[in-house]
RNA sequence: GGAGUCGGCCAGGCAAUCGCUGUGUUUCGACAUAGAGGAAAGUCCGGGCUCCACAGGGCAGGGUGCCAGGUAACACCUGGGGGGCGCGAGUCUACGGCUAGUGCAACAGAAAACAUACCGCCUAAGUCCCUUUAUUAAGGGGCCGGUAAGGUUGAAAUGGUGCGGUAAGAGCGCACCGCGCCGGUGGUAACAUGCGGCGGCAGGGUAAACCCCACCCGGAGCAAGACCAAAUAGGGGAACAAUGGCGCGGCCCGCGCUGUUCCCGGGUAGGUUGCUUGAGGUAUGUGGCGACGCAUAUCCCAGAUGAAUGAUUGUCCACGACAGAACCCGGCUUAUCGGCUAACUCUACUU
């Protein structure tokens, strides 16, 4: 208990987002998503893919009880920043959605150039299918 | 009614559920409220702001280029002038200077800038020869010449038409038109001119060719700049302890490295700020043809920073284009489904 004590006390604000999300159930705060390089690093070191033809998605344990998302949607895959938008909006609407699967998992979205020319259910439908096929792997390894 | 010219405005609406960002309140559960554009775009100009540089002047370089006004400023806007196009409403216009210099021009054409003469036209003057005739005359041919009217080329060839004139011609002369200069008149000016006078009349084009003339311009940009500042590396100083340890060295001196604590500055990751109250909007009045100015009242209208304004469902219709703020303004340019509307022009028809 004495060696977890420096974990417990770095958890405690973690315990208040957790208190927050159950009570709004599927928020999407700025403590779920991923801000600084390191912490893309983190998952580019040691993924689990998932590709398809709009995205490739790499996703790794974070030893915490709540997911986070980092999104790369570059010019490349959509020349418009309204369709860069529209690709980010989704995924996080997606990624609010099913969070719940995706728990302790840090989870980064890259976006292809396919993605750009389909319709909002289509990729909404292909990110669930994603969502679930990280959160199995993730469990086995 | 048809055809057309010009401005201005709107840019899917509503409801429910789940979310995001800022602000305020909070009983920390939440609640309230605000939340992309006409171009937010291109980054092409002009400013503000920030830091750096700076006595003054010149050179270089860049920009602007009819006139007057507006403006913080502009390459923008408004009004006006000249020129082109259109029956017209209108529209387009880098629109100072090739009587300072240098350069450039394919092909065609005789000739494209020191002008010149290919086809032509003409033999008057001068001169030679021939024919006719008795002769100083007439005719023909040549030389030396004259000419630029006509033809040919070209985007462009020394103003046009007519008459006179002549050997043939020519602003050679005249008339009219055109042009230039001087003066007058109108206009703030650009400029205009059914005004007056003078001159036969410039000498091609190109200055988004160099250039000349006039005027303007310091550089970099919010990743500007300011503040806080970890780990690790590392700089300077002080104190304490030992008078040590390690390396260089045969040894001493000396030099370098090394301990603990504190202080100082520089400063990376990261964070805060700059960051939205402004050449601001909306009314009303007022000056101005107008751009716009002035006065009063009133309003606060995105501020993210791994980057908010969305998703799903229902519903209505015209079935929704181009497209996403990133320090802030004023312009320009480009993209754009549709729709509404002011003013004006031409034209058909009816009364």
């Known amino acids: 208990m004495h060696a977890a004590h420096g ?3 770095v958890c405690l604000p973690k315990q208040q987002a957790r208190v927050v999300l159950s ?14 390089a390191d912490e893309f690093n983190f998952v ?3 993924p689990c893919r998932s590709a398809g033809k709009s995205f490739t998605i790499l996703a790794r344990p974070n030893q ?6 980092g999104l790369i949607i570059s010019k490349r895959c ?5 369709k860069r ?5 989704l995924i996080r609407e997606s990624f609010r959605h099913s969070q719940e699967g995706l728990a302790g998992l840090d989870v980064v ?29 993730c469990e086995r390894s």
Do not use: C
């Open 109 to 137: 979205v890259i976006g292809k150039t396919m993605a750009n020319t389909q319709s909002n259910s289509d990729l909404t439908d292909t990110l669930n299918r994603h969502w679930k096929e990280l959160a199995k792997r």
């Open 64 to 69: 915490r009880d709540y997911p986070r998302l």
């Open 23 to 36: 009570a709004s159930s599927l928020g999407f705060p700025g403590e779920l998503r991923l801000k600084t």
């Open 78 to 82: 959509a020349k418009s920043a309204v």
């Open 85 to 89: 938008n529209r690709l980010k909006r």
């Open 7 to 9: 974990v417990v006390s």
């Open 44 to 46: 580019f070191e040691k």
